[in-house]
């Protein structure tokens, strides 16, 4: 089955940096797009980023104003969700999820095209 596991995360005071990391492997690698998406206290997961694995473009909420990078490692399986100037408001458990056939942000969004996600992983940050 395809698994996909997470890394990173962690504590972090407010302006500062974390790096994600999302590891996929098992059938169909390489053709699965990866995008990320976070579950902020007491709400249902928001859509945050996506990246085609083949093309290489990616996608992003708006609402993130150009602080969350999402990047891709073709021989590594992996990709990345860097996350600066970090706010306490991006508290949150965030999660890398694999998906097939979306090309267009509208369709990166919809939570019930993703069949596979990672585990989560907890970004806290402190005033």
């Known amino acids: 089955q395809v698994q996909l596991v997470q890394s990173g995360g962690g504590l972090v005071q407010a302006g500062g940096s974390l790096s994600l990391s999302c590891e996929v492997s098992?059938?169909?690698?390489?053709?699965?797009?990866i995008s990320w998406f976070r579950r902020l206290p007491g709400k249902e997961e928001d859509f945050v980023a996506a990246?085609?694995?083949?093309?290489?473009?990616?996608y992003y909420d708006d609402s993130l104003k150009g602080r969350f990078t999402v990047a891709k490692d073709n021989a590594e399986n992996t990709v990345t969700l860097q996350l600066d100037n970090l706010k306490p408001e991006d508290t949150a458990l965030y999660y890398c999820?694999?998906?097939?056939?979306?090309?267009?942000?509208?369709?990166?969004?919809?939570?019930?095209?993703?069949?596979?996600w990672g585990q989560g992983t907890q970004v806290t940050v402190s005033p």
């Open positions: 990246i085609g694995w083949k093309s290489g473009t990616t």
């Open positions: 098992g059938p169909g690698y390489g053709h699965f797009d």
């Open positions: 999820a694999a998906v097939y056939g979306c090309s267009e942000i509208s369709c990166y969004e919809k939570r019930r095209y993703y069949n596979w």
